[in-house]
């Protein structure tokens, strides 16, 4: 598996395109979600970890194929429009949860789960952001960094990439930043 795929609007997957190390993720909130086998170690962790802090951290949403992606940004175009959809939402073929390396992360606090912009201001939400790193995680669609992942902040949005998120957090860097650096190399 190749960590540090590159998925955005202009690197896309084919549309059958599916993971072989999909495996399910240990989530109470939702059952039947599927992450890349790595990924799901990697976040399990630092779920143990978020609750030593009395945090209790879980997964949302994870692998999505083709067809699920088309479903959702279909919808979202159709309610809110183009302009409003092609900021939020990835087209198919062009959605990082269809590496199965995505995770959009959920809050549990006073029994619900706080997901998407809900739990920009929360504690627990700052705590993913300055520790994620640690486990292979970034934050993928940093605030302050649109004109560059071309999407809107999304502070429930990390990604598994493995080894190079240390370099990539103290650089305070993009995956679009960090592939560029590379390929200078």
Known sequence: MDYNILVNKDNPLPRAHIPSTLVEASSSYKDGILIDRETKNAFDRMKQDALRYGYHIDIESGYRDYDYQEKI????LEEKGFTYAITRIA????SEHQTGLAIDFCIYKDEKCYIEHEIEELL???????NCYRYGFILRYPEGKE???KYSYEP???RYVGNIASYIYN??????E????ESKK
């Open 156 to 158: 429930w949005h990390i």
């Open 147 to 149: 004109d560059i992942t």
């Open 73 to 76: 940004y279909n919808k979202l």
């Open 178 to 181: 960090y592939k560029e650096r």
């Open 171 to 176: 650089n305070n860097l993009t995956l679009e």
């Open 91 to 94: 087209e198919p073929g062009k």
């Open 124 to 130: 627990e939400t700052k705590w993913v952001h300055q």
